[in-house]
């Protein structure tokens, strides 16, 4: 979900990066054969992520929540040759295009997939990790964030996807909220109050909450 007018979001689309070939089949195959494809990453902010990547020179990225591939695929390709996408999710079916269209791509050998609970991933991992994108399971975006915060870089960025929740946020508290909007209210009271952290909640598309560790 989008909360800028749909002229003027593509326009914005119209005037950046534009998606390749690859992308275009990527995300017309996601639509055609998931019965969820609104969590598929648009190339648009697929090509922010892979901005971000650049920006914080990663070597190192953390995924949690694989799907189809399309943030994987180009976050791999602004990395250089020896650096590296841990990229998490629980699905088969859909891990399996990912992989389909990362080969094809040429960043097979970057990516490192794993299926299963992300949570058990995550407790194998060592850091750091230079970028680390939460977009997966929202009732445990808390534990998420809590689990990847010490894997990350001192000068790393974390990233945390549907940070708005459609704006149900807004009202997260109230008794008729579903479980999705409480559970990313949570994280975002959370990431406010921690003073391990600081943080910008961007109304970008339906909101990414960008968290860094607080300097001293």
Do not use: W
């Amino acid at each position: 979900m989008s909360f800028i007018d749909s002229r003027v979001e593509a326009y914005a689309e119209a005037h950046s990066i534009q998606p390749t070939e690859l992308f275009e089949r990527l995300a017309a195959e996601t639509r055609a054969v998931t019965p969820v494809p609104q969590m598929m990453v648009d190339p648009v902010a697929a090509f922010f992520l892979a901005e971000m990547v650049r920006l914080v020179r990663a070597r190192r990225v953390l995924e949690l929540g694989t799907f189809t591939g399309s943030s994987s695929i180009a976050m791999a390709l602004a990395l250089p040759p020896e650096g590296r996408v841990v990229t998490c999710d629980v699905n088969t079916e859909t891990n399996a295009i990912a992989r389909r269209y990362a080969e094809e791509a040429g960043v097979i050998d970057r990516i490192d997939y794993r299926i299963g609970p992300a949570l058990d991933t995550i407790a194998g991992l060592e850091g750091p990790f230079e970028l680390v994108f939460i977009d997966a399971d929202k009732g445990n975006y808390l534990n998420y964030y809590e689990a990847t915060l010490p894997l990350l870089s001192p000068d790393g960025v974390m990233l945390v996807d549907n940070a708005l929740s459609g704006g149900d946020v807004v009202d997260a508290e109230s008794a008729g909220a579903g479980e999705s909007a409480r559970a990313i209210h949570a994280l975002n009271e959370r990431v406010r109050d921690d003073p391990r952290v600081e943080n910008v909640l961007l109304t970008i598309r339906d909101g990414i909450n960008l968290i860094r560790l607080r300097r001293e």
